[in-house]
């Protein structure tokens, strides 16, 4: 009887230890080697069309191609960064042959004027959505937390919400870049104004998911919670400090990465035609330039838009889930 015990728990034990394995075999199929096999199909295929597609600037890139104008586009930008180290070190010979002669002399250090490199473009895209974000946010956030309290002030701007929310930001711009050319006046301006002109129409953009998404949020919080607050009569202030955000940070977050998405799309269409040195000024240029590595440098830039644009995802993802208090509510 005991030996016949002691088999039975070897094999249940056994069972358990198979189970355990099978689950994690499971996971790591659906973490790594699905998503792993899906760009590998998507790779093949793409090569597979680029064979197939010819165009006025010849074959369509495949893989390899924006491969190879990656490894291009590093070595330019190291190229430019040496061109300016080379120019400040021979301003700094200048100065110094200038200072022995003439010890009154007062040194002067011009700033490199050499052309935005590819990842110098990535930096400026990523400045510009930022900051076009964050206003937005600055008055989204409110005007949305402030609608979900009123039902009268929702009646009130809801309507032009939804009129204004559809509008493409190739509407925006021309109506931006005149009343930034008529109001940004300056003869030594803190930003250019093809930087406010794409800040902006990012924001106008990006307003929207925000707001909506905030005053929902508030609008459906659990009417315990508000009978809470009406118990312990909380002020205004305090009543959505300790019972509104808490409650309505999931739908707010949701609203903040759709906005991102939306910003990020938003940006590279305003960058193209304000011309403001990013992204979209990047492909635009390489789509007027029409040589034969054009196709597989936008292809390149189009690949690394995607990627940053998963990125800043995530990283709204997990700025939520440090936030939030309900972990279940934060959605992959």
């Known amino acids: 009887m ?3 015990t002691v088999n039975m728990g070897d ?77 400040y070190e021979r301003q700094e010979v200048r100065n110094a042959r200038k200072l022995a002669k003439n010890p009154d002399y007062v040194v002067k250090i011009r700033a490199y004027t050499g052309k935005e490199t590819f990842i110098d473009q990535i930096f400026t895209s990523l400045i510009t959505v930022t900051s076009g974000f964050l206003v937005a946010a600055v008055i989204a956030i409110p005007l949305g937390i402030w609608m979900g309290l009123s039902k009268r002030l929702n009646s009130a701007l809801n309507p032009m919400i939804q009129i204004f929310k559809p509008v493409s930001p190739l509407a925006w711009l021309p109506l931006v870049t005149m009343v930034v050319s008529a109001l940004y006046v300056s003869d030594d301006p803190m930003m250019s104004k093809s930087f406010l002109t794409s800040m902006i ?40 400090k300790k019972i509104v955000l ?8 949701t609203g903040m990465r759709l906005s991102f998405g ?17 992204l979209g000024k990047f492909v635009w240029d390489e789509f007027q330039n029409g040589s034969s590595d054009s196709l597989a440098r936008i292809m390149a830039a189009v690949v690394v838009i995607g990627f940053i644009g998963f990125l800043l995802d995530r990283a709204m993802l997990q700025l939520q889930r440090k936030v939030s208090w309900d972990k279940s509510s934060v959605s992959v």
């Open 11 to 87: 094999i249940s034990m056994s069972e358990k230890i198979l189970q355990k394995a099978k689950r994690l075999l499971n996971k790591m199929a659906n973490v790594l080697l699905l998503p792993v096999f899906g760009i590998t199909l998507f790779l093949f295929l793409w090569a597979i069309a680029a064979q197939n597609i010819n165009t006025s600037l010849g074959e369509f890139p495949g893989p390899t191609a924006v491969v190879e104008q990656f490894s291009a586009l590093y070595d330019e930008h190291n190229t430019e960064r040496d061109k300016a180290v080379a120019f």
């Open 2 to 4: 005991s030996i016949t």
């Open 201 to 240: 129409t990012v924001s106008l953009c990006s307003l929207w998911p925000m707001v909506i998404n905030t005053s929902i949020g508030v609008s459906s919080i659990d009417s315990d919670l508000l009978n809470v607050s009406k118990v312990l009569r909380l002020s205004t202030i305090t009543h959505i």
């Open 262 to 278: 939306v910003a990020w799309m938003v940006l590279i269409a305003a960058e193209m035609l304000a011309q403001n040195p990013g």
């Open 246 to 253: 808490p409650a309505s940070i999931p739908m707010i977050f």
